[in-house]
Protein backbone atom coordinates (compact mmCIF):
# COMPACT_ATOMS: atom_id res chain seq x y z
CA UNK A 1 0.00 0.00 0.00
CA UNK A 2 1.71 2.80 -1.00
CA UNK A 3 -0.38 6.18 -0.16
CA UNK A 4 2.79 8.27 0.22
CA UNK A 5 2.97 8.72 -3.25
CA UNK A 6 -0.07 10.88 -4.17
CA UNK A 7 -0.07 12.96 -7.32
CA UNK A 8 -1.04 16.79 -6.93
CA UNK A 9 -4.81 16.26 -7.67
CA UNK A 10 -5.02 13.56 -5.04
CA UNK A 11 -3.69 15.33 -2.27
CA UNK A 12 -5.86 18.36 -2.82
CA UNK A 13 -9.66 16.91 -2.71
CA UNK A 14 -9.44 13.37 -2.30
CA UNK A 15 -6.81 12.96 0.69
CA UNK A 16 -8.74 12.31 3.85
CA UNK A 17 -8.03 14.94 6.45
CA UNK A 18 -8.34 12.23 8.85
CA UNK A 19 -7.47 8.39 8.00
CA UNK A 20 -7.46 5.59 10.34
CA UNK A 21 -6.79 2.15 9.19
CA UNK A 22 -6.92 -0.73 10.92
CA UNK A 23 -6.54 0.62 14.61
CA UNK A 24 -6.61 -1.24 17.90
CA UNK A 25 -6.28 -0.29 21.55
CA UNK A 26 -6.66 -2.37 24.38
CA UNK A 27 -6.99 -1.17 27.88
CA UNK A 28 -5.60 -4.20 29.66
CA UNK A 29 -8.00 -7.36 28.69
CA UNK A 30 -10.62 -4.75 27.55
CA UNK A 31 -10.62 -4.15 23.58
CA UNK A 32 -11.68 -0.89 23.27
CA UNK A 33 -10.71 -0.08 19.79
CA UNK A 34 -11.59 -3.14 17.38
CA UNK A 35 -10.28 -2.70 13.74
CA UNK A 36 -11.39 1.12 13.48
CA UNK A 37 -11.41 2.27 9.48
CA UNK A 38 -13.13 5.49 9.45
CA UNK A 39 -11.70 8.39 6.46
CA UNK A 40 -13.22 11.80 7.11
CA UNK A 41 -13.05 14.13 4.16
CA UNK A 42 -12.24 17.93 3.76
CA UNK A 43 -15.72 19.67 4.96
CA UNK A 44 -17.07 16.58 6.56
CA UNK A 45 -19.11 16.82 9.59
CA UNK A 46 -18.87 13.15 10.68
CA UNK A 47 -20.93 12.59 14.33
CA UNK A 48 -20.11 9.35 16.59
CA UNK A 49 -22.74 8.09 18.55
CA UNK A 50 -23.02 5.03 21.10
CA UNK A 51 -23.61 3.95 24.79
CA UNK A 52 -21.06 4.96 26.77
CA UNK A 53 -18.36 2.64 27.26
CA UNK A 54 -18.49 1.84 23.91
CA UNK A 55 -15.13 3.83 22.82
CA UNK A 56 -15.90 7.00 20.66
CA UNK A 57 -14.52 8.87 23.71
CA UNK A 58 -11.05 6.61 22.98
CA UNK A 59 -11.71 6.92 19.34
CA UNK A 60 -11.89 11.03 19.18
CA UNK A 61 -9.00 11.07 21.13
CA UNK A 62 -6.69 8.99 19.47
CA UNK A 63 -6.53 11.39 15.94
CA UNK A 64 -4.72 13.32 17.90
CA UNK A 65 -2.77 11.12 20.05
CA UNK A 66 -4.01 11.96 23.73
CA UNK A 67 -4.59 7.99 24.02
CA UNK A 68 -1.83 6.14 22.15
CA UNK A 69 -3.22 3.10 19.99
CA UNK A 70 -1.68 -0.59 19.78
CA UNK A 71 -1.45 -1.21 16.17
CA UNK A 72 -2.75 0.03 12.78
CA UNK A 73 -2.19 3.83 11.72
CA UNK A 74 -3.74 6.69 11.98
CA UNK A 75 -2.84 9.49 9.04
CA UNK A 76 -3.86 13.93 9.63
CA UNK A 77 -4.19 14.93 6.31
CA UNK A 78 -2.03 12.49 4.18
CA UNK A 79 0.97 12.43 7.29
CA UNK A 80 1.02 9.16 9.96
CA UNK A 81 0.93 10.55 13.33
CA UNK A 82 4.33 10.36 14.99
CA UNK A 83 4.31 9.22 18.57
CA UNK A 84 6.07 11.72 20.49
CA UNK A 85 8.26 14.76 19.87
CA UNK A 86 8.14 18.06 17.49
CA UNK A 87 6.74 16.39 14.84
CA UNK A 88 3.34 15.20 16.94
CA UNK A 89 3.24 18.61 18.31
CA UNK A 90 3.19 20.53 15.23
CA UNK A 91 0.86 17.91 13.90
CA UNK A 92 -1.48 18.34 16.80
CA UNK A 93 -1.43 22.03 15.96
CA UNK A 94 -3.27 21.05 12.88
CA UNK A 95 -6.05 19.21 14.83
CA UNK A 96 -8.61 21.31 16.99
CA UNK A 97 -9.94 19.48 20.32
CA UNK A 98 -12.67 20.39 22.54
CA UNK A 99 -12.88 18.38 25.40
CA UNK A 100 -16.24 17.62 27.93
CA UNK A 101 -14.02 19.43 30.49
CA UNK A 102 -13.24 22.89 28.57
CA UNK A 103 -9.59 22.40 30.13
CA UNK A 104 -8.91 26.31 29.91
CA UNK A 105 -6.00 27.15 31.48
CA UNK A 106 -6.97 28.42 34.58
CA UNK A 107 -4.18 30.52 35.38
CA UNK A 108 -4.73 32.80 32.31
CA UNK A 109 -7.56 35.43 30.75
CA UNK A 110 -10.15 34.34 28.04
CA UNK A 111 -7.94 36.29 25.95
CA UNK A 112 -4.62 34.79 26.81
CA UNK A 113 -6.11 31.25 26.04
CA UNK A 114 -6.65 31.85 22.67
CA UNK A 115 -3.12 33.62 22.32
CA UNK A 116 -1.07 31.00 23.65
CA UNK A 117 -1.23 28.82 21.12
CA UNK A 118 -1.06 30.94 17.66
CA UNK A 119 2.06 32.71 19.76
CA UNK A 120 4.03 29.74 21.35
CA UNK A 121 3.18 26.94 19.17
CA UNK A 122 2.67 28.62 15.66
CA UNK A 123 5.18 31.53 16.01
CA UNK A 124 2.43 34.70 15.80
CA UNK A 125 3.06 38.11 16.76
CA UNK A 126 1.71 38.86 19.97
CA UNK A 127 -0.44 42.09 18.44
CA UNK A 128 -1.58 39.76 15.39
CA UNK A 129 -2.72 36.95 17.72
CA UNK A 130 -4.93 39.47 19.89
CA UNK A 131 -5.89 40.52 16.99
CA UNK A 132 -7.31 37.08 15.20
CA UNK A 133 -8.16 35.78 19.03
CA UNK A 134 -10.72 38.94 19.39
CA UNK A 135 -12.00 38.04 15.93
CA UNK A 136 -12.96 34.17 17.00
CA UNK A 137 -14.27 35.43 20.69
CA UNK A 138 -16.43 38.06 19.34
CA UNK A 139 -17.69 34.85 16.75
CA UNK A 140 -18.11 32.63 19.32
CA UNK A 141 -20.22 35.67 21.40
CA UNK A 142 -17.96 36.00 24.53
CA UNK A 143 -15.34 38.95 23.50
CA UNK A 144 -16.64 40.97 26.62
CA UNK A 145 -15.42 38.32 29.23
CA UNK A 146 -11.76 38.70 27.41
CA UNK A 147 -9.75 39.97 30.60
CA UNK A 148 -11.77 37.30 32.91
CA UNK A 149 -10.28 34.20 33.96
CA UNK A 150 -12.14 31.00 33.08
CA UNK A 151 -13.57 30.03 36.59
CA UNK A 152 -15.69 33.55 36.03
CA UNK A 153 -17.52 32.41 32.87
CA UNK A 154 -20.15 29.95 33.04
CA UNK A 155 -19.86 26.95 31.25
CA UNK A 156 -21.41 27.71 27.55
CA UNK A 157 -18.96 30.83 27.62
CA UNK A 158 -15.74 28.73 28.60
CA UNK A 159 -16.49 26.02 26.33
CA UNK A 160 -17.23 28.29 23.77
CA UNK A 161 -13.67 30.13 24.37
CA UNK A 162 -12.46 26.44 23.84
CA UNK A 163 -13.66 26.15 20.47
CA UNK A 164 -12.31 29.64 19.78
CA UNK A 165 -9.20 28.85 21.31
CA UNK A 166 -9.22 25.71 18.93
CA UNK A 167 -10.05 27.84 15.90
CA UNK A 168 -7.28 30.02 16.35
CA UNK A 169 -4.68 27.33 15.43
CA UNK A 170 -6.52 27.65 12.55
CA UNK A 171 -6.79 23.56 12.51
CA UNK A 172 -7.45 21.24 9.60
CA UNK A 173 -10.38 19.23 11.34
CA UNK A 174 -11.87 19.90 14.97
CA UNK A 175 -12.03 17.36 17.55
CA UNK A 176 -15.53 17.22 20.02
CA UNK A 177 -15.26 15.10 22.53
CA UNK A 178 -18.77 15.30 24.58
CA UNK A 179 -18.19 19.02 24.33
CA UNK A 180 -22.00 19.48 26.09
CA UNK A 181 -22.14 16.76 28.39
CA UNK A 182 -20.40 18.63 30.96
CA UNK A 183 -22.94 21.93 30.66
CA UNK A 184 -26.39 22.66 32.48
CA UNK A 185 -29.40 22.28 29.88
CA UNK A 186 -29.75 25.88 29.82
CA UNK A 187 -26.56 26.62 27.89
CA UNK A 188 -26.10 23.26 25.57
CA UNK A 189 -27.78 25.24 22.76
CA UNK A 190 -25.69 28.02 22.90
CA UNK A 191 -22.86 25.89 22.32
CA UNK A 192 -24.15 23.84 19.89
CA UNK A 193 -25.70 26.29 17.40
CA UNK A 194 -21.43 27.66 17.72
CA UNK A 195 -20.79 24.12 16.37
CA UNK A 196 -23.48 24.43 13.82
CA UNK A 197 -22.62 27.73 12.63
CA UNK A 198 -19.14 25.95 11.73
CA UNK A 199 -20.15 23.01 10.49
CA UNK A 200 -21.83 25.45 7.86
CA UNK A 201 -18.40 27.30 7.05
CA UNK A 202 -17.36 24.03 6.51
CA UNK A 203 -15.43 23.20 8.84
CA UNK A 204 -14.05 19.61 8.72
CA UNK A 205 -15.61 18.10 12.34
CA UNK A 206 -15.78 14.49 14.26
CA UNK A 207 -18.26 15.42 17.24
CA UNK A 208 -18.68 12.62 19.83
CA UNK A 209 -22.01 13.24 21.62
CA UNK A 210 -25.70 12.42 22.77
CA UNK A 211 -27.15 15.34 21.14
CA UNK A 212 -29.24 13.66 18.47
CA UNK A 213 -30.48 17.16 17.47
CA UNK A 214 -26.72 18.11 16.22
CA UNK A 215 -26.43 14.92 14.73
CA UNK A 216 -29.69 15.62 13.02
CA UNK A 217 -28.67 19.21 11.91
CA UNK A 218 -25.69 19.51 11.21
CA UNK A 219 -23.96 15.65 10.25
CA UNK A 220 -22.95 14.82 6.81
CA UNK A 221 -22.48 11.16 8.41
CA UNK A 222 -23.14 9.50 11.42
CA UNK A 223 -21.29 6.79 12.78
CA UNK A 224 -22.62 4.42 15.90
CA UNK A 225 -20.56 2.86 17.64
CA UNK A 226 -21.10 -0.20 20.45
CA UNK A 227 -18.23 -2.51 22.24
CA UNK A 228 -15.65 -0.86 20.31
CA UNK A 229 -16.33 -1.55 17.03
CA UNK A 230 -18.25 0.62 14.55
CA UNK A 231 -21.47 -1.51 14.01
CA UNK A 232 -23.34 0.84 11.84
CA UNK A 233 -22.40 4.37 9.08
CA UNK A 234 -24.85 6.25 7.44
CA UNK A 235 -27.15 9.60 6.70
CA UNK A 236 -28.47 10.92 9.92
CA UNK A 237 -31.48 10.50 8.13
CA UNK A 238 -31.16 7.07 7.48
CA UNK A 239 -29.73 6.07 10.78
CA UNK A 240 -32.69 7.95 12.87
CA UNK A 241 -35.43 6.43 10.65
CA UNK A 242 -34.23 3.25 9.76
CA UNK A 243 -31.28 2.04 11.64
CA UNK A 244 -29.90 -1.52 10.40
CA UNK A 245 -28.33 -3.06 13.54
CA UNK A 246 -29.79 -4.39 16.50
CA UNK A 247 -27.45 -2.38 18.38
CA UNK A 248 -28.03 0.62 17.30
CA UNK A 249 -32.16 0.16 16.97
CA UNK A 250 -31.68 -0.59 20.60
CA UNK A 251 -29.70 2.48 21.41
CA UNK A 252 -31.99 4.35 19.12
CA UNK A 253 -35.04 2.64 21.36
CA UNK A 254 -34.08 3.93 24.81
CA UNK A 255 -33.68 7.64 23.59
CA UNK A 256 -37.17 8.11 22.19
CA UNK A 257 -38.56 8.07 25.85
CA UNK A 258 -36.04 10.99 27.09
CA UNK B 1 19.60 39.05 84.98
CA UNK B 2 22.41 40.52 85.25
CA UNK B 3 24.42 37.59 83.57
CA UNK B 4 22.42 37.45 80.53
CA UNK B 5 22.71 41.46 80.14
CA UNK B 6 26.82 40.80 80.15
CA UNK B 7 26.29 37.72 77.99
CA UNK B 8 25.05 40.15 75.40
CA UNK B 9 27.79 42.39 75.87
CA UNK B 10 30.04 39.99 75.24
CA UNK B 11 28.41 37.67 72.42
CA UNK B 12 25.72 40.30 71.50
CA UNK B 13 27.90 40.96 68.19
CA UNK B 14 29.07 37.55 67.42
CA UNK B 15 25.58 35.66 67.66
CA UNK B 16 24.26 38.59 65.56
CA UNK B 17 26.94 37.47 62.57
CA UNK B 18 26.75 34.60 63.59
CA UNK B 19 23.24 33.88 62.44
CA UNK B 20 23.28 36.46 59.75
CA UNK B 21 25.35 33.73 58.37
CA UNK B 22 22.63 31.24 59.06
CA UNK B 23 20.41 33.60 56.88
CA UNK B 24 23.19 34.06 54.25
CA UNK B 25 23.13 29.88 53.78
CA UNK B 26 19.15 29.98 53.74
CA UNK B 27 18.79 32.37 51.13
CA UNK B 28 21.56 30.54 48.95
CA UNK B 29 20.63 27.32 49.68
CA UNK B 30 17.15 28.00 49.08
CA UNK B 31 17.93 29.71 45.37
CA UNK B 32 19.91 26.62 44.86
CA UNK B 33 17.43 24.03 45.65
CA UNK B 34 14.45 25.82 44.12
CA UNK B 35 16.51 25.88 40.97
CA UNK B 36 17.83 21.94 41.41
CA UNK B 37 14.23 21.05 42.81
CA UNK B 38 12.45 21.96 39.92
CA UNK B 39 15.11 20.69 36.97
CA UNK B 40 14.30 17.50 39.14
CA UNK B 41 10.43 18.16 39.11
CA UNK B 42 10.88 18.01 35.74
CA UNK B 43 12.55 15.38 34.62
CA UNK B 44 10.02 13.22 37.77
CA UNK B 45 7.09 14.34 34.93
CA UNK B 46 8.97 14.16 31.93
CA UNK B 47 8.23 11.50 29.26
CA UNK B 48 11.75 10.53 28.78
CA UNK B 49 12.57 7.49 31.30
CA UNK B 50 16.00 8.32 31.92
CA UNK B 51 15.56 11.32 33.28
CA UNK B 52 12.44 9.92 35.28
CA UNK B 53 14.65 7.28 37.10
CA UNK B 54 17.47 9.52 37.55
CA UNK B 55 15.28 12.37 39.41
CA UNK B 56 13.56 9.15 41.31
CA UNK B 57 16.69 7.79 42.10
CA UNK B 58 18.02 11.32 42.94
CA UNK B 59 15.10 12.27 45.49
CA UNK B 60 15.51 8.66 47.54
CA UNK B 61 18.77 8.76 47.76
CA UNK B 62 19.22 12.53 49.41
CA UNK B 63 16.33 12.84 51.04
CA UNK B 64 16.98 9.10 52.92
CA UNK B 65 21.04 10.65 53.60
CA UNK B 66 21.11 12.44 57.03
CA UNK B 67 22.02 16.07 56.20
CA UNK B 68 24.45 15.83 58.82
CA UNK B 69 26.38 13.09 56.64
CA UNK B 70 26.29 15.03 53.51
CA UNK B 71 27.63 18.35 55.29
CA UNK B 72 30.52 16.08 56.86
CA UNK B 73 30.99 14.51 53.58
CA UNK B 74 31.54 17.74 51.75
CA UNK B 75 34.03 18.88 54.35
CA UNK B 76 36.00 15.70 54.88
CA UNK B 77 36.03 13.83 51.55
CA UNK B 78 35.19 16.83 48.80
CA UNK B 79 37.51 19.46 50.15
CA UNK B 80 39.95 16.84 52.77
CA UNK B 81 40.51 14.17 50.18
CA UNK B 82 39.55 15.29 46.94
CA UNK B 83 40.73 18.62 47.28
CA UNK B 84 37.50 20.45 45.57
CA UNK B 85 37.65 23.97 46.28
CA UNK B 86 35.14 26.99 45.57
CA UNK B 87 37.28 28.89 47.32
CA UNK B 88 40.76 30.15 48.01
CA UNK B 89 39.25 31.85 51.24
CA UNK B 90 39.15 29.00 53.74
CA UNK B 91 36.37 30.10 55.36
CA UNK B 92 34.21 31.20 52.02
CA UNK B 93 34.85 27.61 51.11
CA UNK B 94 33.52 26.04 53.60
CA UNK B 95 30.68 28.22 53.90
CA UNK B 96 30.03 27.30 49.75
CA UNK B 97 30.22 24.01 50.37
CA UNK B 98 27.87 24.12 53.12
CA UNK B 99 25.63 25.60 50.69
CA UNK B 100 26.12 23.24 47.81
CA UNK B 101 25.64 20.31 50.71
CA UNK B 102 22.51 22.22 51.75
CA UNK B 103 20.35 23.03 48.18
CA UNK B 104 21.46 19.04 47.67
CA UNK B 105 19.53 17.82 50.16
CA UNK B 106 16.91 20.52 50.15
CA UNK B 107 16.30 20.07 46.51
CA UNK B 108 14.61 16.49 46.83
CA UNK B 109 12.39 18.28 48.78
CA UNK B 110 11.65 20.70 46.98
CA UNK B 111 11.12 18.28 43.82
CA UNK B 112 8.45 15.97 46.07
CA UNK B 113 6.82 19.69 46.94
CA UNK B 114 7.03 20.93 43.37
CA UNK B 115 5.35 17.73 42.15
CA UNK B 116 2.69 17.64 44.88
CA UNK B 117 1.98 21.20 43.24
CA UNK B 118 1.79 19.31 39.96
CA UNK B 119 -0.63 16.81 41.36
CA UNK B 120 -3.03 19.91 41.81
CA UNK B 121 -3.29 20.40 38.17
CA UNK B 122 -5.82 18.80 36.32
CA UNK B 123 -4.99 16.18 33.62
CA UNK B 124 -7.03 18.56 31.00
CA UNK B 125 -4.76 21.28 31.56
CA UNK B 126 -1.92 19.00 29.89
CA UNK B 127 -3.93 17.60 27.46
CA UNK B 128 -5.29 20.91 26.30
CA UNK B 129 -1.49 22.17 26.06
CA UNK B 130 -0.64 19.31 24.15
CA UNK B 131 -3.74 19.48 22.13
CA UNK B 132 -2.93 23.25 20.85
CA UNK B 133 0.66 21.64 19.75
CA UNK B 134 2.79 22.64 22.30
CA UNK B 135 5.34 19.59 23.05
CA UNK B 136 6.82 19.07 26.54
CA UNK B 137 8.86 21.59 27.87
CA UNK B 138 6.89 24.50 26.35
CA UNK B 139 3.69 22.99 27.86
CA UNK B 140 5.65 22.55 31.35
CA UNK B 141 6.62 26.25 31.23
CA UNK B 142 3.55 28.14 30.57
CA UNK B 143 0.59 25.91 31.41
CA UNK B 144 1.76 22.92 33.89
CA UNK B 145 4.55 25.08 36.36
CA UNK B 146 3.08 28.10 36.87
CA UNK B 147 -0.09 25.93 38.49
CA UNK B 148 1.55 23.48 40.35
CA UNK B 149 4.02 26.64 42.03
CA UNK B 150 0.83 28.10 43.07
CA UNK B 151 -0.32 25.24 44.22
CA UNK B 152 2.48 24.38 45.81
CA UNK B 153 3.50 27.26 48.03
CA UNK B 154 2.49 25.82 51.68
CA UNK B 155 4.71 22.67 50.79
CA UNK B 156 7.56 24.83 49.61
CA UNK B 157 7.25 27.00 52.33
CA UNK B 158 7.63 23.81 54.27
CA UNK B 159 10.81 22.99 53.34
CA UNK B 160 12.09 26.71 53.44
CA UNK B 161 11.02 26.49 57.12
CA UNK B 162 13.33 22.75 57.50
CA UNK B 163 16.43 24.76 55.47
CA UNK B 164 16.09 28.06 57.84
CA UNK B 165 16.58 25.20 60.80
CA UNK B 166 18.65 23.12 59.13
CA UNK B 167 21.28 25.35 58.43
CA UNK B 168 22.63 24.81 62.27
CA UNK B 169 24.03 21.64 60.65
CA UNK B 170 26.32 23.46 58.73
CA UNK B 171 28.33 23.89 61.94
CA UNK B 172 29.62 20.29 61.02
CA UNK B 173 31.38 21.60 57.99
CA UNK B 174 33.15 24.12 60.16
CA UNK B 175 30.86 26.79 59.33
CA UNK B 176 30.28 29.53 61.27
CA UNK B 177 27.08 30.10 62.36
CA UNK B 178 24.91 30.23 65.23
CA UNK B 179 24.87 26.84 66.88
CA UNK B 180 28.67 26.47 66.47
CA UNK B 181 28.70 30.06 68.62
CA UNK B 182 25.77 28.41 71.12
CA UNK B 183 28.57 25.61 71.88
CA UNK B 184 31.43 28.71 72.67
CA UNK B 185 28.80 30.42 74.73
CA UNK B 186 27.61 27.22 76.53
CA UNK B 187 31.17 26.10 77.48
CA UNK B 188 32.29 29.75 78.69
CA UNK B 189 28.86 30.87 80.27
CA UNK B 190 27.56 27.66 81.60
CA UNK B 191 25.90 30.15 84.05
CA UNK B 192 22.97 31.31 82.12
CA UNK B 193 23.20 27.86 79.72
CA UNK B 194 19.24 28.12 79.67
CA UNK B 195 18.89 31.59 78.42
CA UNK B 196 21.37 30.81 75.43
CA UNK B 197 19.13 27.92 74.54
CA UNK B 198 15.87 29.93 74.32
CA UNK B 199 17.84 33.27 73.03
CA UNK B 200 18.75 31.48 69.66
CA UNK B 201 15.64 29.79 70.10
CA UNK B 202 14.15 32.91 70.10
CA UNK B 203 16.46 33.76 66.71
CA UNK B 204 14.89 31.28 65.13
CA UNK B 205 11.65 31.32 66.05
CA UNK B 206 11.31 35.11 65.07
CA UNK B 207 12.41 34.43 61.23
CA UNK B 208 10.36 31.11 61.03
CA UNK B 209 6.85 32.20 62.08
CA UNK B 210 6.80 34.98 59.59
CA UNK B 211 7.49 33.06 57.39
CA UNK B 212 4.69 30.30 57.76
CA UNK B 213 2.40 33.35 58.18
CA UNK B 214 3.34 34.73 54.94
CA UNK B 215 3.51 31.21 53.17
CA UNK B 216 -0.15 30.57 54.18
CA UNK B 217 -1.25 33.99 53.25
CA UNK B 218 0.50 33.52 49.68
CA UNK B 219 -0.79 30.14 49.32
CA UNK B 220 -4.90 31.48 49.64
CA UNK B 221 -4.31 34.03 47.67
CA UNK B 222 -2.55 32.44 44.59
CA UNK B 223 -4.83 29.42 44.58
CA UNK B 224 -5.83 28.87 40.76
CA UNK B 225 -9.58 29.33 40.84
CA UNK B 226 -10.97 26.66 39.41
Known sequence: MSTDSHSNSAKSDLTPIVRLSAVNKH?????????????????????????????????????????????????????????????????????????????????????????????????????????????LLERVGVANQKDKLPAQLSGGQQQRVAIARALAMRPK????????????????????????????????????????????????????????????????????TNPQSARAKDFLGKL??? | MQGYLSLWDEYGGQMLSAFWGNLQLTFWAAIGSLVLGTILALMRISPVPSFRAFGTSYVNIFRNTPLTIIMTFGVLVLFGVFKVQFSSDFNLNFFQIAIVGLTIYHSAFVCEAIRSGVNTVPLGQAEAARAIGLSFMPAARLVILPQAFRGAIAPLGNVLIALIKNTTVAVAGSVAEISGLMKTMLEFRADVGILIFLTIAVFFVIVVIPVGLLTTYLSKKLAVAR
Open chain 1, 27 to 135: YGQLHVLQNINLEVTKGEVVVVLGPSGSGKSTLCRTINRLETIDSGTIEIDGKVLPEEGKMLAKLRADVGMVFQSFNLFAHKTILENVTLGPIKAKGMKKSEADKLALT
Open chain 1, 173 to 240: VMLFDEPTSALDPEMINEVLDTMVGLAKEGMTMIVVTHEMGFARKAADRVIFMADGQIVEESTPDQFF
Open chain 1, 256 to 258: ITS
